[in-house]
């Protein structure tokens, strides 16, 4: 007999006792972690729960974490074998499509099993459900084993606890009934657009749609279809190739919202970066259209057509057009085949002599709001499905190089030196130093050449790269200024001289309190904490706030957060949250203009 879902009413009301009889199986032979959650009674969410569960784990010491781990049955192990798997592990074995394995294939996942163990001294702990609660492939299971086997031990320790919190996740949304309706849909259709893939990529499997390539096309008319299927009145591909969307509002505020992100990729990208921005709002929509439910403004959602400039050296293109910095220069550019973008928008039949009549007016619009996937191992560190963007990151970037003597490797003694590169691993850690000084500052080395390098040659030349990012235009600046001085330093104190050349800078684009605060308001009302933090990666807000007052939310990675990586993942439940979140700010601006 089925039992009735639970209710967050019986989770906050029953006696403990109960509740805990309820909960048993959320995580394996460990029901302390319920008990001890249940102990901040009472809950807003179900959300808010799930993120106590995990405080619970994160509180309780390494020792208690280990004993957690070593507590769980291996995958497809012996236990699958001798049947002592609890219930629910057999349930997401089973739907996880791992029994009945070729023998074959059990061998296999015996002996990464006691790799594994061996490794790290716990067994190897995946939430089979998978990001979408389905079950993941047998190929993806086996693909994830072997890269995870290869993994640090430290983060695989925290990446065996994370994967605990999502098996407790998918349990508990089993027990309560959940619907994640929109989440999935929002997934699905991220997942459908994925099917478009740019050639020399797709025959690999791997995700590339750069700026008109005939994927790039596919997307745009897919995207448009979605737009109209989900209740936008107006939807058309403007003059760079942005699909926009409007689902009118009453009339009564004469000022539309803004929102959206871009659907190119970066080469062998993942599925989420970008497009969940077009399609959390979209979902927002339908449930507006079915509802027969107007807002007092219009809602525009864009989905921008480039952003991160791959085919062609013009990146932020699709914002870019929006606030009248499309660069006409642009056109004569080629890619790496010779094709213009002139050429590539006549193709698309993009009216070119239009792109200035993108320009928006700032007054026809209240701001611009924009979700994004994380991109960094933040949110995923702290267990948080959802974050506020204080600000974009300011940005610099040089290209430089320090010259010394090449000399011989046995015959110069080291007071007599001049190494170039050992000038720049200086920089470097001193970069590494002082951007951590900072807190939330960041600095990178990440180009470093030796020309011509020999073993036994002291380096004379050495080429490298500075990236160095703050949350505030004076902050970056100060960052700038040290190191610059410590290169004047190093250089003068070891004999060597240097040149350096900017290559980028941009402004930092600190989001509008009043949105900022919106978002806020938005999260505390699924239960969730607070947690700020500046977007290190640029993003299409970063243009638009040369416009309008912006501001982002950002949605939890898995897999450490890994982006512009087919890596890239996030679950179904985090981006039903972001959906959540999205329709409070709509209804809370409703509210306000009311
Ligand atoms: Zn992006």
């Known amino acids: 007999m089925a039992t009735p879902p639970l209710t967050l009413d019986q989770l906050n009301a029953a006696p403990l006792d109960e509740v805990c009889a309820m909960l048993a199986g959320l995580y394996a032979h460990a029901p302390w972690i319920a008990r001890a959650a249940l102990q901040q009674r009472p809950f807003r969410s179900l959300a808010q729960f799930k993120y106590a569960l995990c405080q619970v784990v994160t509180n309780a010491g390494k020792d208690a974490q280990l004993a957690l781990l070593r507590a769980q049955p291996e995958l497809a192990g012996e236990a699958m074998v001798d049947k002592s798997l609890t219930g629910e592990s057999t349930n997401m074995q089973n739907k996880a499509g791992l029994t009945p394995c070729t023998p074959a294939e059990f061998e296999k996942i015996q002996q990464l099993n006691s790799d594994y163990k061996a490794r790290f001294g716990f067994p190897f702990i995946l939430a089979l459900g998978g990001p979408r609660g389905l079950g993941l492939q047998r190929a993806e299971i086996m693909a994830t084993f072997e890269r995870r086997l290869q993994g640090h031990p430290d983060p695989e320790f925290q990446e065996g606890l994370r994967n605990l919190h999502r098996v407790a996740e998918i349990r508990l949304n089993d027990k309560f009934g959940r619907s994640i309706e929109r989440g999935n849909r929002v997934w699905d259709w991220q997942e459908a657009l994925a099917q478009y893939s740019d050639p020399g990529y797709a025959e690999l499997g791997q995700l590339t749609v750069t700026y008109l390539t005939d994927a790039h096309r596919a997307c745009a008319q897919r995207i ?228 011509g390098g020999s073993i036994n040659v002291v380096p004379g030349r050495c080429q490298f790269s500075l990236d160095l990012r703050a949350p505030t235009n004076a902050q970056r600046d100060a960052l700038v200024s040290d190191v610059l001085a410590k290169i004047e330093q190093i250089t003068k104190a070891r004999g060597l001289h240097y040149h350096l050349t900017e290559t980028l800078r941009a402004s930092a684009a600190p989001s509008a309190p009043a949105w900022q605060q919106r978002w806020e308001a938005a999260v505390a009302a699924l239960g969730l904490p607070l947690h700020r933090m500046p977007s290190g990666a640029g993003h299409d807000a970063m243009k638009l706030h040369d416009l309008l007052p912006q501001a982002m939310l950002f949605v939890r990675g898995e897999n450490a957060g890994i982006s512009h990586n087919p890596l890239e993942s996030s679950s179904s439940d985090d981006m039903q949250l972001a959906v959540q979140a999205f329709e409070h700010l709509l209804n809370s601006q409703a509210q306000e203009l009311s």
């Open 224 to 451: 448009s279809n979605n737009m109209r299927e989900a209740g936008c009145d107006d939807v058309h591909i403007d003059a760079v190739g942005n699909v926009v969307g409007r689902y009118k509002g009453t009339g009564e505020n004469p000022k539309a919202l803004m929102t959206g992100s871009h659907y190119d990729t970066v080469r062998n990208g993942g599925k989420y970066d970008g497009r969940l921005g077009i399609y959390v709002p979209l979902a927002c929509v339908q449930r507006l259209k079915r509802a027969n439910k107007r807002l007092p403004f219009d809602l525009e959602i864009i989905a921008f057509a480039e952003e991160e400039g791959q085919r062609y050296q013009a990146t932020f293109l699709g914002s870019g057009a929006l606030t009248g910095d499309f660069k006409p220069d642009w056109l004569d550019q080629v890619d790496a085949e010779g094709i213009s973008m002139r050429q590539a928008m006549e193709h698309a039949g993009l009216c070119i002599d239009d792109i200035p009549k993108l320009k928006r007016i700032a007054s026809d619009y209240m701001g611009f709001v924009e979700v994004h996937i994380e991109q960094g191992p933040v949110l995923n560190e702290l267990n948080l499905p959802l974050g506020i963007v204080t600000s974009i990151n300011a940005c610099v970037r040089y290209t430089g190089e320090m010259l010394g003597m090449a000399s011989h490797a046995g015959t110069t003694p080291m007071h007599c030196r001049r190494d170039a590169a050992a000038g720049v691993a200086e920089l470097m850690l001193h970069v590494e130093s002082r951007a951590a000084a900072d807190g939330d500052s960041v600095g990178t080395v990440g180009i470093l050449n030796v020309p």
